[in-house]
């Protein structure tokens, strides 16, 4: 479940040993390969290597070096080259002002034109950049946000990551991140969120650590995954699953899971997605638009039943603590939920809930007590400290009784349950310290949670 999203297997460089290089990738688990072309000859070949082994796509492209050399004629082959059926990016492209080998103006021009050919075919671009990232950026803001795509390799600052990411590009990082000296790209690294990044080895150049200064192959994905394994406190599984789904997204390549997940492994936590129902429709959820938390798909056609869920849990022995999570809200079900998290309190699982607080209003009675016992500690979605903003917010179904009862239900909570925190979402415009003193004073935990990052 590895997609090497930039290689360059069409190089000399694999004339005498294609194959095993590409056994060696499946070995460690990348599942394809996008071939990335460089000129008219060698995007050709791309395609060709596409048509020969199944794992592999080609992306079109001339590289921003060549723009001086590029006439009218070698752009209409390449342009002819655009509508091939495993043809899933145009790249690469983009403004290389450190080799300074074509005129700057030569590839402004060129990159234009990538873009125009990647708007009509649909399809993303594959972003060179290097020292022009402030013309690489304007260049894409002259397209109102169609442009889509993936900024290869990056090098840039912290502040070109975000710029790039409002434009809701992905962001990948070669070898070069596993460097003991490359703290400024483990800082940009920071900026992006895990489900932007992409993985790619740029292969043959910038082999990671271990094998620094040789060739590069898709294989030596396995060095770098667990690097940003690290950085992202993640798992290595984490990181290949919500690339590689990010990576079958943005280039239209293999299947995508939809069939909703209703236990589902992050770090070494188990989380169940019990339902799809909740009594609100927060501004900041993506439930209806887009229901993936961290590479799974968790839309549900139909709430799973509690055989199925004590099915799909297995063996929780292993886990750090089992989490009523999803993006609906558990409370919804309390048979389900009580029946489950009692089988796992039988099991010595440490339970946690994750909830809205609206429970007690969603079953029409206070539900804390029958919640004692079976979970230990509980994550309430606080959102604000503004009663009036609540519903602004949160769109609940209660209206103005919502906040009032969620309060008490924090109250609740805490004569019940041993462990128990308030949650916001860290969004522009919330009191972050209005909503910490809540929670000190009503003496629960208190947990910012990122803007766009559930699980
Ligand atoms: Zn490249």
Known sequence: MIIDTHAHLDFKDYRDDIDEVIERAGEVGVEYMINVGTTV???IKSIE?????????????????EASKVSGEVWSRLEALAGGNKVVAIGETGLDYYRDRSKKEDQKRLFRQHIELSLQHNLPVIIHNREASDDCLEIVREYNGKVKGVVHCFAGTVEDAEEFLTLGFHISFAGPITFPKADNLREALKAVPVERLLLETDCPFLAPQPKRGKRNEPSYLQYTIPVLAELYKLSVEDIKRVTALSAKNLFGIGTVNTKGEIAY???????????????????????ETAPYVKGYYLGLKEDPTVEELIDAIGDPSGY??????????????????TSVAGYLKEKGVT????????????????ICEELKGLIDTICISLNTNIEEDYQKLCHSEFDGKAYPALISFIKKA?????????????MPGIDVEGCRKIAEELGVRFRVREYNNVG
């Not at 290597?49 to 070096?65: D, F, T, V």
């Not at 339970?351 to 206070?366: H, W």
């Open 414 to 426: 805490r004569d019940n349950i041993p462990d128990v925190m308030v949650s916001i979402v860290g």
């Open 41 to 43: 000859a060698s995007s």
């Open 49 to 65: 290597l596409a048509k020969q082994y199944e794992q592999i796509y080609a992306s079109i492209g001339i590289h921003p070096n």
């Open 265 to 287: 492994v992050i770090r070494n936590s188990l989380y169940l997605n019990i339902t799809s129902r909740c009594s609100n429709r927060c501004v900041f959820c993506s439930r």
């Open 320 to 337: 750090d603590e089992v989490v009523f999570c999803g993006f609906g809200e558990s409370t919804e079900r309390m048979d389900v939920l």
């Open 351 to 366: 339970v946690r809930l994750d909830t809205n607080g609206l429970g007690d209003l969603i079953n029409g009675r206070s």
